[in-house]
């Protein structure tokens, strides 16, 4: 792991933890966001949640089950966490356009508004755009920004592209007004590099580290730039080239126990292979915390993932 890039990653304010389901985002964002602020960064974390609330995936990671849209403390010094939800940027936009916020409550409230404005797909975007870029601006009295780096756990890649394709769809549909200004707001943001990281996270393996590739792409095509990829459970390899070669060549002729595990190992070199083939983007190798399906070890994980990750940080 000696050549295991670093990069200045804090002093991006936003950081998209992004991948399709199951790969180890909502870990992944945790620990980044957990290794920000114990670098010294007043760190938001965040996760698109929905206002019938419901089980919170990061409010788990630091003991609680349930988050609000509002940040909070979540324990460690400098982190808070809060949820995006739709419904409170949409009444945050409503509100900036017209000044009249009772009423914009209750019409937002209403069921019928609220069918409406989930069956209006970029309504539901534009709402979730809306209240991340109201989080991102939040101020102190003296102008400081109120969380210096935000690390958003991502939903699975589709629901991820829809957000950031939003500015382009909406100003290409709309030629002036006050979304096209918030859009243009919230690019200053997301499409540039420097202030704006999104992270793959993918696992080393052949049909995940193929999605990978293509979520980097549709990354790019929206104008947001993928840092890096985190390559997730990464099986421990105790073998060198010459042990490997005469493992392989024991185990053809008769299976013994291990041999799966051993497969594994093959499988997820050649995934590492197949993606540094595919892409000149940094991969930061993220290894297999073990046994951690079993619910002692889930509690156990987080503090070695920010351990890895804050090996990357500088
Ligand atoms: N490096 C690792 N070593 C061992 N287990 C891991 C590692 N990273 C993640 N896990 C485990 O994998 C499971 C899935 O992780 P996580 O919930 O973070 O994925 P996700 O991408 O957010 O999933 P979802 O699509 O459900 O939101 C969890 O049980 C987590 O503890
Ligand atoms: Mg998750």
Sequence with gaps: MSDT??????????????????????????????????????????????????????????????????PEPLGPDGLRGCHVWATRGQEQFARSVIPAGPLIRAALNSKVLRKFATAVPSLHELGVFYHLLTLLEAQHEDGRPEHEVVVADMPATGQTLALTSLPDILLDALPDGPIPKAMRRGQAYLNDPAK?????????????????????????????????????RIPEDPFDADERRALSALLLEQPLHGSAAFH??????????????????????????????SPRTEAAIEPMLRDQLASFLS
């Design 264 to 293: 594994r190992i093959g499988v997820a070199r050649a995934a590492e292979e197949r993606l540094r083939s595919g892409t000149d983007l940094p991969i930061f190798p993220i290894t297999e915390v073990p046994d951690a399906d």
């Design 196 to 232: 704006t990281a999104a992270w793959v996270v993918t696992l080393p393996e052949l049909l995940p580290v193929t999605e990978a590739l293509e979520l980097i792409d549709g990354l790019r095509a929206t104008r947001v730039h993928p840092a890096g990829i985190l390559l997730n």
């Design 5 to 70: 890039p670093r990069m200045d990653v804090l002093s991006r304010r936003i950081h998209l933890v992004t991948g399709k389901g199951g790969v180890g985002r909502t870990s992944l964002a945790a620990a980044l966001a957990w290794a920000a602020a114990r670098e010294g960064k007043r760190v938001l974390l965040t996760q698109i949640g929905d206002a019938e609330g419901g089980y919170s995936a990061i409010g788990r990671k630091f003991g609680r089950d349930q988050l609000t849209p509002d």
